[in-house]
């Protein structure tokens, strides 16, 4: 019989994708990854509080309920050092970051992955609505059915080995089914709202955050325009993201947005909202799920932010791991640092981050 | 199923369980009745507590039964804090690998306005006396060291840490809570004025324990509740439980040597074997140790992959210090002995009792070689 380990985030989701496992037959255990310091709970001597306690008690239960084995395993270090980190510095940047993705990618996908071989787990499960579908030996990542949860976006970079050994039993269900499921089954968490924010940061201004982590203060400097033109003073860069229209307190004849942060200095570029919109751009570190070498050119379609309908384009490969991409239609905000995902109807082919 | 967790809790003896039963199926009065079935039940308290401090060799009178370890340690601390600040002697000196119980105690007295002095040990976990003696000054009320580490094992120098406060005037406070399972523990010979320990690491029952408290030193009540333990703690004796942890003391202290000699052996043909695993290491001192525990890191072995391994063969040992949430937290002893946090994220504590076997360590021996193999094949 497979062995699967069930990733539960204490969420809804994840307890659904637990007992769906465990009605097919397998022999599942429940893990959560403790991530980060929790303000609401204290435990230990040396840090003052520790791990989301709640979520995890959670968990815990609908583990009991299903009567699988649960585990809790720290991941902070590696949290810290490989979502948190980089998020942090692509801030200080002027990038626009991804932690969901860096979290699945280093945490779920490769730490806890690697955990649950090493323990002789079969698959690591998780509660993404994404579908892997397997045709002849080759395994797809498609969207999920349900088209305001799909998911995908965040896979992107999930190899064919991975893909072998991972399953998301809620991709071919709508989130309604889900609740209604969790609620026929009493679980604790049936009627817990979605997370939507970043975790980590948890009811706080990033820019707080950051502030916070770093300890330190971020120097004022100048919005300008296009032309270098002055406009008034910005809060500190890290305050600041590609499109962001509110709160910028620049007075002009028509709505500014933030069309470039200027790292090195110090500078909020500010442009019209016809000034936003892109054609074409470059994408690093580009993997691809199932094709075995990048094609030359293909015909896609593109999302370069999570809530965004896929926008038809065409890909030129421009080395093993970087694209050019041109778009049918023009589109705005596309931020350095956000993830690129390709898609070819519903197959994610793959993705990489926006140069 | 093997269990070498023993300094986490151990297995009650069935001589133990029967005499609990006792008072709880039969012999269930209260002993502040006046009734015959009061007065039985206020008998049984009054024997174990003669029988509990003939072992340590204290008065009866200066034991008082609490709930735990915990509780004992808190009362002691709490105790003596509540003295100095009335004798304006808000010092207090402790070492940096105690138990939470201590820590967490202090540092709520901390935020409180007393100044706690931490003695860091040396890379061996031993804590030196002539650091705390040097640390004593007119303001101190209290020193509290433990017996020996939980984690670790070592044994520190309590009987010369007790004749420097003593000689100073200072109290002195020791958690015995591991020593009491293997060692010959004398509050007279050691200079104790206050120890505490629970019941449940000699093989009796969860939930009961002792601080012994000599006379001179008057406790202040954590639970005030009715007169019982002479007012310093409230709340109806656990009698069942009290009589099975004089009963688990009194068979400990009869086998005592027989026992620790078993123990030994099979420790020592343990360790010996497990050291021959390569790039492993024994964390702590070698020779002033308890005689039941090993904690020993294997380069590269996530001890957390290696517990769960051991657990999937019924094979039960312990590693850090788990969080309330379960997971497993770098232990501060081990971080206090200088070692990283990936070394002390490698290192498990096996901790044997008198129920462990030559065959069963040899058993635990042969499957962790297996798995730290099989672990490092990942690597």
């Known amino acids: 019989m497979s062995r699967m380990m069930i990733a539960m985030s204490g969420g809804v989701d994840s307890s659904v994708a637990a007992l769906l496992m465990s009605e097919k037959g397998y022999q599942c255990s429940g893990a959560t990854m403790k991530l980060y310091e929790d303000e609401s709970s204290s435990c230990s001597i040396n840090t003052k509080s520790c791990c989301a306690l709640s979520d995890i008690e959670d968990a815990r239960s609908v583990c009991a309920t299903l009567g699988i084995d649960y585990h809790v395993f720290n991941f902070k270090d590696k949290f810290q050092e490989q979502v948190i980190e980089r998020f942090v510095d692509s801030y200080e940047n002027g990038l626009t970051p991804n932690p969901c993705i860096d979290c699945n990618r280093y945490l779920k996908f490769e730490h806890l992955y690697k955990k649950a071989r090493i323990l002789g787990f079969d698959k690591v499960v998780t509660g993404h609505y994404a579908i892997i579908e397997e045709i002849d030996g080759i395994f797809y990542l498609k969207k999920g059915i349900d088209p305001t949860k799909d998911q995908s976006y965040f896979l992107y970079d999930l190899n064919q080995e991975q893909l072998a050994h991972i399953s998301f039993p809620l991709g071919s269900l709508n989130k309604s089914e889900v609740r209604e499921i969790a609620e026929k089954h009493n679980f604790i968490n049936a009627k817990k709202n979605d997370s939507q924010d970043i975790c980590f940061v948890s009811n706080k201004k990033y820019s707080q955050f950051i502030e916070e982590y770093r300890n330190k203060m971020y120097p004022k400097g100048n919005f300008v325009d296009m032309d270098g033109n002055i406009l008034g003073q910005h809060k500190g860069i890290i305050n600041y993201t590609i499109g962001q229209r509110r709160g910028l307190g620049v007075s002009y004849s028509e709505p500014l947005y933030v069309h470039k942060v200027d790292a090195k200095k110090n500078e909020i570029v500010l442009c019209k909202k016809s000034e936003l919109i892109k054609k074409e751009f470059d994408v690093k570190n580009v993997t691809y799920t199932y094709l075995e070498t990048p094609p030359s050119e293909m015909k896609i379609t593109v999302k370069t932010r999570y809530r965004q309908v896929e926008q038809n384009a065409t890909l030129f490969s421009t080395s093993k791991d970087t694209v050019h991409i041109v778009l049918e239609e023009g589109q705005d905000a596309i931020a350095p640092g956000q993830a690129a995902v390709f898609y070819d109807g519903d197959i994610v082919v793959g993705g990489g981050q926006i140069i | ?379």
């Open chain 2, 1 to 379: 199923m093997i269990y070498a967790d023993n300094a986490a809790t151990t297995k009650i003896d069935q001589e133990v369980l029967d005499s609990m039963l006792n008072y709880l199926k039969g012999d269930y009065g209260n002993s502040s009745s006046p009734h015959l079935f009061g007065r039985k039940a206020k008998e049984a308290l009054l024997k174990a507590r003669e029988t509990i401090a003939k072992i340590i060799n204290c008065a009866p009178n200066e034991i008082f039964f609490t709930s735990g370890g915990s509780e004992s340690i808190t009362q002691a601390i709490l105790s003596a804090a509540s003295w100095g600040e009335n004798h304006n002697k808000k010092h207090i000196i402790s070492s940096s690998i105690e138990h939470p119980a201590v820590l967490n105690t202090l540092l709520s007295l901390e935020e409180n306005g007393f100044k706690i002095d931490l003695v860091k040990p040396n890379n061996r976990g031993i804590v030196d006396y002539k650091k705390i003696e040097s640390l004593i000054n007119n303001d101190t009320a209290l020193v509290s060291i433990m017996y020996a580490n939980n984690e670790i094992g070592t044994i520190q120098p309590i009987q010369e840490i007790g004749c420097i406060c003593r000689k100073k005037g200072v109290l002195f406070h020791s958690d015995c809570v591991q020593a009491i399972s293997h060692l010959d523990i004398d509050v007279n010979r050691d200079n104790l004025d206050m120890i505490s320990f629970s019941a449940h690491k000699f093989h009796g029952p969860k939930g009961i324990g002792i601080l012994y408290c000599k006379k001179t030193f008057a406790l202040t009540p954590l639970i005030y509740g009715g007169a019982q333990e002479r007012g310093k703690r409230g709340g109806t004796e656990n009698i069942a439980s009290i009589v099975a942890m004089a009963k688990a003391l009194e068979i400990q202290s009869n086998n005592l040597i027989e026992n620790e000699l078993k123990i030994k052996r099979i420790r020592d043909f343990l360790e010996n074997k497990l050291l021959t695993i390569e790039d492993s290491h024994i964390n702590g001192d070698r020779q002033s140790r308890l005689s039941s525990i090993i904690n020993i890191r294997f380069d590269k072995v996530e001890a957390e992959t290696l517990l769960l391994l051991l657990d999937k063969k019924n094979i039960y040992v312990s590693t850090g210090s788990a969080c309330s949430s379960g997971s497993i937290e770098p232990s501060h002893v081990l971080m206090n002995l200088d070692l990283s946090k990936e070394e002390a994220n490698c290192s498990i504590r096996i901790s044997l009792s008198k129920y462990n076997s030559d065959e069963e360590v040899a058993t635990i021996f042969s499957e962790i070689k297996e798995i730290v193999n099989y672990i490092r094949s990942f690597n």
